[in-house]
């Protein structure tokens, strides 16, 4: 039921702030990876093109999850949605990250903890200052709206934003590494850079 009830929301915040039409205006204008501008490449390139990713086909189990949700998470985590066949999701994925994307999707689709895996966290920099949160910064032309859906679909939330640095703060998720959250959100086309809050001391 927890897991249907988080369905539901994810994807009333992604239709409240319009996803399709964001996605569309970014992914295919002049600021996108998929528009004219060369200053950021597109994260599939079209076949034939110098530097294609091999891509596999990637099967997750979906867990009750909704379908829409899983459409919504390959968008933003840079993985076509393929199909649904008995509860099962299928992503096109690079060959050589299948193994993140495979954590990825298992985290989540699950109840916030990679399935079939205890894995010990190692101690986060900074933790007794309770700093375990990263900057992320995205590519030109991700709106603030976009952003809050990929926080929703990777269990977090936007603590803070500087726009006009396009950078924003997001603290680890229940039940993620702080290593993990941040190879995770390094899969997404949608972001530049990723790097940790640390304290700064005056000297």
């Known amino acids: 039921m927890e897991r249907m009830e988080r ?11 319009g996803l399709a039409a964001f996605l569309a205006g970014w992914l295919l204008g002049p600021a996108g990876p998929f528009g004219a501008a060369p200053a950021l490449a597109a994260p599939f390139p079209s076949a034939g093109s110098p530097g294609e990713p091999s891509r596999v086909e990637l099967a997750v189990p979906l867990h009750d999850v909704d379908s829409r949700l899983a459409a919504i998470t390959g968008v933003v985590a840079g993985a076509p949605f393929g199909r649904i066949d008995a509860g099962t999701a299928t992503f096109l994925v690079p060959e050589r990250a299948e193994d993140a994307y495979r954590r990825l999707f298992r985290f989540v689709f699950s109840d ?5 895996e205890e894995r010990q966290c190692p101690p986060a920099p900074f933790a007794r200052e309770g700093l375990d949160e990263l900057i992320v910064r995205v590519h030109p032309g991700v709106s603030p709206e976009l952003m809050q859906v990929l926080a929703v679909v990777y269990r977090t939330e936007v603590l803070s934003s500087i726009e ?6 997001l603290p680890r998720p ?27 001391y005056p000297f």
């Open 7 to 17: 369905s539901r929301w994810v994807i009333r915040t992604a239709l409240l702030w």
């Open 112 to 116: 916030g903890a990679e399935e079939g």
């Open 164 to 169: 006009r640095l396009n950078a924003y703060l």
């Open 174 to 200: 229940q039940g993620l590494c702080i290593d993990d959250f941040e190879a995770f959100l390094l899969l997404s086309p949608l972001v530049a850079s990723v790097e940790r809050n640390a304290p700064v």
